[in-house]
């Protein structure tokens, strides 16, 4: 049975973010954001990953966890919970991504140890919520594997299986808000919008080093740049040691590697 929490009725901005990936600075930008927009912690919701790339586990654990908003678990809170020894991907062996988060995720599990319980033990799986008469879910990856990679090039017949899954478990919904694959995007399926909201701790591989967010309004989604000290973010990984290409794509807004895409989304 999948865990899933009801949010109720929400009003006015929603604030919808992923993939803290361990960026301090990124998640201190993000917060001042949502102050400067007004949106209180109750009504930014997060679609997991709080760790990964960036060398600040613990902080972003605990500075998310003191914001106090809603959140799901994502397949690296998941794995840290379960004692694992990676982040769960399911990166084909030897591939790029697979040899980095060999290192990043030991970083993470270093720093967090035996806390994982504290911050996630009682983080339900998904989000359900009700704003300006729609109905959503929040999942992290897809239905079924929560570090599925869905990406806006997939066939039309992927989304209709998801939404098949998820309205199984939670009920009819209106659209799905999603993570984990860190570009954003929404597609129109039939009647129904699958909507990632992007990650916040690296760059969409667009070029640019500024990083994705996404508001909820009474007239649909807009995605937004976020801007922060990349260069202390990316400073803070070379003093750690994680220099498999990542902190450079904070740099370059250009990942290091294009194993995890699918073909029609590289560059």
């Known amino acids: ?4 929490r009801n949010l109720g009725e929400l009003t006015g901005e929603v604030l919808l973010f992923g993939g803290v990936y361990s960026n301090a600075q990124a998640l201190d930008a993000l917060i001042k954001v949502a102050s400067a927009r007004g949106i209180p912690a109750s009504n930014c919701i997060f679609t997991g990953d709080v760790v990964a790339y960036g060398a600040d ?10 914001l106090g908003c809603p959140a799901i678990l994502g397949n690296c809170e998941q794995q840290l919970l379960e004692g694992a020894a990676d982040c769960g991907c399911g ?8 040899l980095a988060s060999k290192t990043w995720f030991d970083h993470a599990s270093r720093q967090v140890g035996l806390r994982a319980a504290e911050f996630w033990g009682d983080t339900s799986e998904w989000l359900t919520f009700t704003h300006s008469g729609k109905r959503y879910a929040v999942i992290h990856g897809g239905a079924q594997d929560v570090a599925r990679f869905i990406w806006p090039s997939d066939a039309p017949a992927v989304f209709e299986t998801e939404f098949a899954r ?4 939670a009920g009819a919904v209106d659209a799905v808000i999603c993570g984990h694959s860190g570009l954003p995007f929404e597609r129109v399926i039939g009647k129904r919008r699958w909507i990632n909201a992007g990650v916040i701790g690296i ?18 989604v807009r995605f937004h740049s976020l801007s922060y000290d990349f260069e202390g973010a990316a400073h803070a990984m070379e003093n750690a040691g994680l220099t498999q ?13 294009e194993d995890v895409l699918p073909a029609a989304l590289r560059r």
């Open 1 to 4: 049975m999948t865990n899933i």
């Open 203 to 220: 760059p969409p591989h667009d070029g640019r080093p500024e990083t994705r967010y996404t508001i909820l309004a009474g007239d649909g």
């Open 57 to 66: 586990a613990l902080a972003c654990s605990e500075r998310l966890a003191g």
């Open 166 to 169: 998820i309205e199984t478990a």
């Open 245 to 257: 290409g990542y902190e450079t794509a904070l740099r370059t807004g250009i990942w290091p590697s």
């Open 91 to 98: 990166f084909e062996e030897g591939t790029a991504c697979d």
